[in-house]
């Protein structure tokens, strides 16, 4: 019986990872410790390439010495940063869901601060983020920083969104969670249309915009919490036939998408951010660690599933 959920991982290069040696693998129930197969087969055996590389994990994603380029404050606390970084990891990170551990240089690992990637550019990622705390304080234009990734389950959903074609969608962005949709509305916007709805919440800037100016999509302006608004989104996501509704906001919007896809009674894909506690993204620390509606206990980290099963 499939378990409903897979590893964002499994197949690239960071696969086998350590999970795979401790017997603990997402995807693999082999690698697990049991007997029967129950790997959602998607193109790689990965006890396969387990034992093929010597029963060896492929190890952990690689830190990379970066440059703030430049460091603008979009309002009170709220900054944007531009990195100089190699061009390989950008490339990686050019992906939907992408995010990155980013520390001062030189600083313990206790400090790594899990952060989306707004955007890239072909020598640059650009970052959005709240300075509050010890991992965030102090960071500023001209110094080196320390980036670990790629990572790629920035958007949980039961299945890639980048094989999304022919689809009609809607983003739900609220706050600074629009630091997690430039890739995906660029990405997206190629073969499906795309509706954004955005809404302030604690920001007082649609920031995300300056990135996103020029494609041919539909902005409108909400306040998810405000009764007409919420009833016009879900009378708009019905009259307008969409497929799938991508989520980027606190836990309490996730929570108000799901009742409005719930009155729909629709089968309507919905994707969220991931909100959740990251601090090793590699499904090892157990800072992510969620319970679904199975009874299983799922590492947000780098696992695919349908936010349905835990919200």
């Not at 949709?181 to 709805?197: G, H, M, R, S």
């Not at 990251?278 to 992510?288: A, M, N």
Request: proline share 3%; hydrophobic share 35%; with cysteine.
């Amino acid at each position: 019986m499939e378990k409903g959920y897979n590893c964002i991982d499994s197949g690239s290069a960071f696969c086998p990872c350590e999970l795979a040696s401790t017997l603990d693998c997402i995807s693999c129930s082999h690698l697990r410790g049991e007997d029967s197969c129950d790997c959602n087969w998607n193109g790689v055996c990965i006890l396969y390439e387990y034992y093929m590389n010597n029963m060896k994990s492929r190890g952990f994603r690689l830190i990379y010495e970066g440059l703030i380029v430049d460091k603008k404050e979009i309002e009170k606390d709220l900054f944007l940063i531009k990195i100089s970084v190699e061009e390989d990891l950008i490339k990686e990170l050019n992906s939907i869901g992408s995010y990155v551990f980013i520390k001062k240089f030189g600083e313990n690992s206790y400090y790594n601060a899990p952060m989306s990637v707004l955007d890239v550019e072909k020598k640059f990622i650009y970052i959005v983020y709240y300075e509050l705390g010890p991992k965030t304080k102090g960071i500023n234009k001209g110094e080196k920083i320390n980036i670990k990734g790629p990572y790629w389950n920035g958007i949980i959903g039961k299945n890639r969104l980048s094989d999304t074609k022919n689809s009609r969608i809607l983003i739900y962005a609220r706050g600074i969670g629009q630091s997690s949709i430039v890739i995906p509305i660029k990405k997206l916007a190629e073969k499906n249309q795309i509706f954004l709805f955005l809404d302030k919440g604690k920001t007082d800037s649609f920031y995300c915009l300056d990135f996103i100016d020029d494609l041919p999509i539909t902005v409108k302006e909400i306040n998810l919490f405000d009764p007409l608004d919420r009833n016009g989104l879900l009378n708009f996501i019905k009259e307008e036939s969409i497929d799938i509704v991508i989520s980027a906001a606190a836990e309490m919007a996730h929570r108000e998408i799901k009742t409005i896809l719930e009155e729909l009674d629709s089968q309507i894909s919905w994707f969220i951010t991931n909100n959740n506690i990251l601090c090793c993204g590699e499904g090892i620390c157990g800072s992510c660690i969620r319970k679904i509606n199975s009874g299983d206990r799922i590492k947000t980290c780098k696992t695919i599933v349908d936010p349905m099963n835990f919200y």
